[in-house]
């Protein structure tokens, strides 16, 4: 017979019971114990739904104005006289005397350095045509394709960055498209604090307010962030938002108001005691979006790198600028383009509208889902693209004399016919679950199993 001592059976009996409590614990409605349950997606618990959209037209423009000033010293260090510079509808236009134009354009393509070659594209970042004695310059396809691409990867990060400041739970930020982010937001019926802080580029800086047109650097006409008071504001940028590495709101006991301190890295403080030390009796204009904070007045030379931005804040508002300036400005604008509120569930169709023997009934019953996002799978895609019109239609990397594919095809057609206009329309409004560009391959998912 074997003998355990009274320790070890009393250990294991707790043990026992513990490991029992963990396993139910996800079956009641309140745990003092293990307060956190197994997380419910956006598809079982509810929730809201957002698609952002990165807005690239002003880094294109930006983008332009730099390569404006590089193409002048391009052609000067060549001995070839340009002018007439300017930028309209996205091009960079300009003139020559020079009467060989052939060179001009080939000394542009030829060039790695003033016009990068992209060689998984095999094409340039910049193309240039001669039209009307005029010398045209603009981004490639390849071009805008690196820029969204670009943009898209910067724009995720900083979106999930402030998305978790806020302490969201399981919140799915994934790319939707070239120039699309798709946030789900598990369990928040209302997302306005977070649209608030997406809707923000949030660009910094700290300039001086001047009285006079500055000669140097020029001047901005920037109003405050209450819209009561116009400043003219020197374009001349002392430090920026990159120069930042914390911010955390804080409650300033001399004055009792809420306001957002910050640390700036070493580069940073040089620079803001350098400033602050020459500018003693000037306002220093704090702009964020292109909008005045506070401009207060220079008392001492700030030569720690730390600082206060101070301006009337409630504690959530100094919360959520902290946030923005914690998790960096985005590389662009972004709007949000669409939005679901209370959604109950995700529909994933996979390719069952399609194929299904009915479907009418079939898109009669969908119909009457509410709060749902349908997802389709590539049949029906298939019946958007009218694949039975292509000479040899084929599917999936099928044979075309394939009695299956035809057989499929004929199918398409059949579903298509019965469901007329509004069966295409219905279709077209279901989503993608993920379609992006790698090399010069488009790359979709559309099926059910795809996340």
Not at 31 to 47: A, E, F, P, T, Y
Not at 188 to 215: E, Q, W, Y
Not at 221 to 243: A, Y
Not at 342 to 358: R, T, V, W
Request: charged fraction near 25%; charge should be negative.
């Amino acid at each position: 017979m074997l003998y355990f001592s009274k320790l070890k059976i009393i250990s294991t009996i707790l043990f026992t019971i513990f490991l029992t409590y963990i396993c139910f614990s996800n079956l009641l409605e309140s745990n003092s114990l293990i307060n956190k349950k197994i997380n419910l997606g956006l598809d079982l618990q509810g929730g809201s739904y957002l698609l952002l959209e990165v807005d690239n037209n002003p880094v294109i423009e930006k983008n332009l104005q730099t390569k404006l000033l590089q193409i002048r010293n391009f052609y000067k260090n060549k001995k070839i006289k340009v002018f007439d510079f300017s930028i309209n509808n996205q091009k960079i236009s300009f003139k020559s005397n020079s009467e060989d134009s052939e060179k001009i354009i080939s000394l542009f393509m030829e060039d790695n350095e003033i016009n990068p070659y992209y060689e998984n594209y095999k094409a340039n970042q910049f193309e240039i045509s001669l039209d009307q004695n005029i010398f045209l310059v603009a981004f490639s396809k390849y071009g805008i394709v690196e820029i969204n691409r670009s943009l898209l990867d910067q724009a995720v990060e900083i979106v999930r960055k402030r998305i978790d400041e806020v302490g969201t739970n399981e919140p799915t930020i994934a790319k939707n498209g070239s120039n699309r982010i798709l946030v789900e937001l598990p369990g928040l019926d209302n997302p306005d604090r977070i649209k608030n802080l997406l809707g923000k580029t949030a660009n910094l800086d700290f300039r001086f307010v001047t009285n006079s047109n500055d000669a140097s650097f020029g001047t901005d006409k920037l109003m405050t962030l209450d819209d009561t008071e116009e400043l003219n504001v020197s374009k001349r940028v002392i430090i920026s938002g990159d120069n930042l590495v914390d911010a955390k709101p804080q409650m300033d006991n001399i004055n009792n108001e809420t306001v957002v301190s910050f640390t700036l890295d070493r580069v940073g403080a040089k620079k803001f005691g350098k400033a602050t030390k020459d500018g003693i009796g000037k306002r220093l204009a704090i702009v964020l979006d292109n909008k005045i904070i506070s401009a207060p007045v220079i008392r001492d030379a700030i030569t720690t790198g730390n600082g206060q931005i101070s301006g009337n804040f409630t504690v959530q508002e100094a919360n959520d600028l902290s946030i923005l300036l914690r998790s960096g400005a985005l590389p662009a604008p972004i709007k949000i383009i669409e939005e679901r509120k209370d959604i109950d569930q995700i529909i994933c169709l996979g390719d069952c509208f399609a194929l299904g023997p009915e479907p009418e009934k079939t898109m009669a019953a969908l119909k009457n889902i509410s709060k749902c996002i349908f997802i389709r799978g590539n049949h029906d895609r298939y019946l958007l693209e009218k694949l039975w019109e292509e000479e040899s239609p084929s599917l999936e990397g099928m044979d075309p004399n394939d009695p299956i594919c035809k057989a499929i095809v004929q199918n398409e057609k059949w579903t298509a016919d019965l469901l007329g206009a509004e069966g295409y329309e219905f279709c077209s409004k279901m989503k993608i679950a993920h379609r992006e560009i790698v090399g010069q391959t488009l790359i979709e998912f559309s099926h059910a199993w795809y996340k």
